[in-house]
């Protein structure tokens, strides 16, 4: 199947600093991304949609200015969390939809972020 | 509003036993239907996809069914392996443009030796 690429799988920061997590569609051409973001035992929560050459669309109760995106090409999306603070650890993962192989949505390995 | 269960938060089963995870959804029309498995600590990795007009999928040693008027999917793994031990998430989609896929709670299943 289609390979979406994340990276850091794994990062540790100091609280009041900024940190970007990429996602990239290896194999195939992605309009749209998503960013999800998943506590332990719960299911994935969306965060917001992201096209390609236009701003984000969030959803509800996440904050825009916090988390960055930015879908600057069709196989790279990046998510900053600035001013991260130790309520913003959690496990972030992206996903691209293959409009050309029936609306499949891949996703990526998963990044796990923790704010001291 | 628009609800997806999976009935079982976790299902344990015993190894070369099929196992039958459900996934209802109410208040929503679904296009298609994706299942997933996760493993802890790591992203979704699509399993099979079933379109609204198709009844029934097959995958190796794995099943889904799809029934529109029952507003139900069942997935299926048959002779079950510790190794299918994992999480198992149902996801929506519908048609219009680029909505995201909607996802239940997941099912946590171990296939006991």
């Known amino acids: 199947g289609a390979v979406v690429s994340q990276h850091p799988s794994w990062v540790i920061c100091k609280s009041g600093t900024s940190v970007k997590i990429e996602c990239r569609s290896l194999?195939?051409?992605?309009?749209?991304m998503f960013w999800y973001r998943q506590f332990p035992k719960q299911s994935l929560m969306l965060m917001a949609t992201?096209?390609?050459?236009?701003?984000?669309?969030?959803e509800q109760g996440v904050e825009k200015d916090k988390f960055l995106i930015n879908h600057a090409s069709l196989t790279l999306s990046t998510l900053t969390v600035t001013s991260a603070h130790p309520e913003d650890s959690s496990f972030y993962i992206c996903s691209a939809r293959w409009t050309g192989g029936k609306n499949i949505q891949y996703f990526g390995a998963g990044t796990r972020l923790s704010v001291l | 509003s628009q609800k997806i269960e999976q009935n079982s938060e976790a299902l344990n089963i015993q190894e070369g036993k099929t196992a039958t995870l459900t996934c209802n959804y109410t208040n929503y029309s679904p296009a298609y239907l994706q299942w997933y498995r996760q493993d802890p600590g790591r992203g979704p990795v699509f399993l099979l996809l079933?379109?609204?007009?198709?009844k029934e999928k097959r995958k190796e040693r794995l099943k889904v069914t799809f029934d529109t008027t029952l507003k139900q999917s069942l997935f299926h793994i048959t002779a079950s392996q510790p190794a299918d031990s994992a999480t198992y998430l149902c996801?929506?989609?519908?048609?219009?443009?680029?909505?995201?896929?909607?996802f239940g709670k997941g099912t946590r299943l171990s296939v006991i030796a």
């Open positions: 996801a929506l989609l519908s048609y219009s443009g680029n909505t995201p896929l909607v």
């Open positions: 079933i379109r609204e007009n198709e």
């Open positions: 992201s096209n390609e050459g236009s701003k984000a669309t969030y």
């Open positions: 194999d195939f051409q992605a309009t749209t």
